[in-house]
């Protein structure tokens, strides 16, 4: 099994950045995928950004493209979200959430293991 930690939220301007870590222990190796997922209030979880722990390989939601970075240090076991350019609408509660056996994966059901979740909220 691994165990996520997620840090790194707050409250910022519009406009601002914030970088959000997301810490794994365990079973952490090359066969990891780690996804970012955000849920604002009266909201389904929705899909931000994926990488696999291997190579590297990366995916967005549009919404995010062009704004959010994702990536990974393999020796810290950490995964960071860079978000640049927040808007209020990035308001909400901000996972990590993995899964085994590699790949790229952007629904929520496909991930097994879960962070308890970081808040980020944007005021305009």
């Known amino acids: 099994q691994v165990q996520l930690v997620e840090s790194g939220g707050g409250l910022v301007q519009a406009g601002d950045s914030l970088r959000l870590s997301c810490l794994a222990s365990?079973?952490?190796?090359?066969?990891?995928?780690i996804g970012w997922f955000r849920q604002a209030p009266g909201k389904e979880r929705e899909f931000v950004t994926v990488?696999?722990?291997?190579?590297?390989?990366?995916y967005y939601a549009d919404s995010v493209k062009g704004r959010f970075t994702i990536s990974r240090d393999s020796a810290k076991n950490t995964v960071y979200l860079q978000m640049n350019s927040l808007k209020p609408e990035d308001t909400a509660i901000y996972f990590c959430?993995?899964?085994?056996?590699?790949?790229?994966?952007?629904?929520?059901?496909?991930?097994?293991?879960w962070g308890q979740g970081t808040q980020v909220t944007v005021s305009s």
């Open positions: 959430a993995a899964r085994y056996y590699g790949g790229i994966y952007y629904r929520s059901h496909e991930y097994a293991y």
């Open positions: 365990g079973r952490t190796y090359s066969g990891l995928t």
């Open positions: 990488i696999t722990w291997s190579g590297g390989s990366t």
